[in-house]
């Protein structure tokens, strides 16, 4: 495995301003459909992210049938800054993937998104590029088991300064508080984004993360964030309460405006003033995975745009009900086409 000496990331130079400076795990999805006793007999926490080594999800993959499995890029971030970009914006991503077939798959993925990156494929390290196998059960529940590989060496290092100074918004990945060197690249971007006035954007990601990691959370969260993405369950942790209309009131403290997704309830928009209630689009789910990621892309590209916060939130509602009617994380440029306009219509 490669140390952080010996990684030669490559800066682009912003030649325009960005929407989303995204900073995360670059890793490719394996998704696949399990049973519902698939969890138990091989013992598998159901409906979390939990980091596991190369080992133990080979072991993983083994008991699957991997016919039934599609390979796609992801990362909570990377599909953020994706989704940013197929709405007709501007991202950049910082990340770390090897000099392997994964790893220039990622990197092309982006390329053919569009999005602007810290790396160019030969200059990435020697190594594995991150997997994160996806296990969707039929209750449309995603389960996460994820071997980081070189995305653990992810570190302050791979941070393109000036790309931050020409981002509306920088926007952290909650997933990185798991790595020590995740978290100094996540503290690090904050603090250049706070002393050039770029508002900054994090999302808890998963509710392990707020759940083992709680107090290297807080560290980020730091006084305060201009905009936190979270779930209810995420919310509820993170401020110790039991409730969601609880949580909201503690989120006040914490972060200046906030986005609480809740499943088949839509949202709860705090826009520093008032709280918005955003309705769900009913749709049969059968896959949230990346929901919550589509929900973010789409909300920073309404804000962006000159949306409002209520407008935003419809239009991430609606995009993140399309992900989840459908396998994938992502959708195709076509249907983001469609669901702009459907909003103005």
Known sequence: ??????????????????????????????????EPDFFEKNKVEKGLMTLVDEKRQLHLMKA???KRSRMSGGGSAGNTVVAVNQFGGKSF?????AKDELGKFFLEDLKRNGVDTNLAYEHCPEGHTGRCLVMTSPDAERTMNTFLGVSSFLSPEHIDERAIKNAAYVYLEGYLVSSPKGLEAMKEAKKIAERNKISVALTFSDPSMTKYFSMQMEE?????????????????????TNSTSEAREKLKQVAK????????????????DTFIQIEPYKVRAIDTNGAGDMFSGAFLYGITHGHSFAEAGKLASLASSKVVSQWGPRLEPAQMRRILGDLVG
């Open 1 to 34: 495995m490669p140390t952080a000496s010996n990684q030669q990331p490559v800066t682009n130079q912003p030649a325009t301003r960005y929407d989303v400076y995204g900073i995360g795990n670059a890793l490719v999805d394996i998704v696949t459909e399990v």
């Open 64 to 66: 699957i049938d991997m």
């Open 93 to 97: 991503y910082s990340c770390l993937v």
């Open 220 to 240: 980020v969260v730091g006084a305060s964030v201009d905009l936190l993405f979270c779930n209810e369950e995420e919310a509820m942790i993170f401020t110790g």
């Open 257 to 272: 405006r906030f986005a609480i997704t809740l499943g088949a309830n839509g949202a709860l928009i705090y826009d520093g």
